[in-house]
């Protein structure tokens, strides 16, 4: 069951502007804590993870067969929406759907991390 962390405000003589400053204060750090404690991603530990992926993506990435895309250089939180979206179904890949369906938040951080910190996708902008 929820339970409130501070208890509610009450208007007391002398509490007001100082009692909001204070419960704001307090709520602002609250909720600044879950974005510090959110897991980062570790390339090293993400490349150790990607031997599986080596087959069809390539041992960086890039892919050896265009059947299968290229992940190197693509966008970090891209690559973590899509192995969510894979491990829970509402991406449907037959074999994306059984190498994703064991993986672990800090799995995907750390794979998502490897691969967008490869050399692949190029801004055709600037070519």
């Given amino acids: 069951m929820w339970r409130p962390i501070l ?3 009450e208007r007391t003589e002398g509490t007001g502007m100082k009692e909001i ?3 704001s204060l307090v709520l602002a750090l609250l909720a600044a804590i879950p974005m510090s404690l959110q897991a980062r991603g570790d390339a090293a530990a993400g490349q150790q993870k990607a031997q599986v ?17 290229n992940l190197a250089g693509q966008y970090k939180s891209y690559l973590e929406q899509a192995l969510r979206d894979y491990r829970s179904g509402q991406r449907t890949n037959a074999i994306m759907a059984g190498f994703a369906a064991n993986l672990s938040n800090q799995d995907i951080e750390d ?3 490897w691969f967008s910190s490869q050399e692949g996708l190029r801004d055709l902008k600037k070519d």
């Avoid at 992926?53 to 895309?69: K, L, R």
Wanted: proline share 15%; charged share 10%.
């Fill in 111 to 113: 794979l998502a991390a």
């Fill in 7 to 9: 208890p509610p405000l």
């Fill in 21 to 23: 400053v204070r419960t």
């Fill in 53 to 69: 992926c080596e087959a069809c993506h390539g041992t960086t990435g890039i892919s050896v067969d265009p059947m299968y895309p």
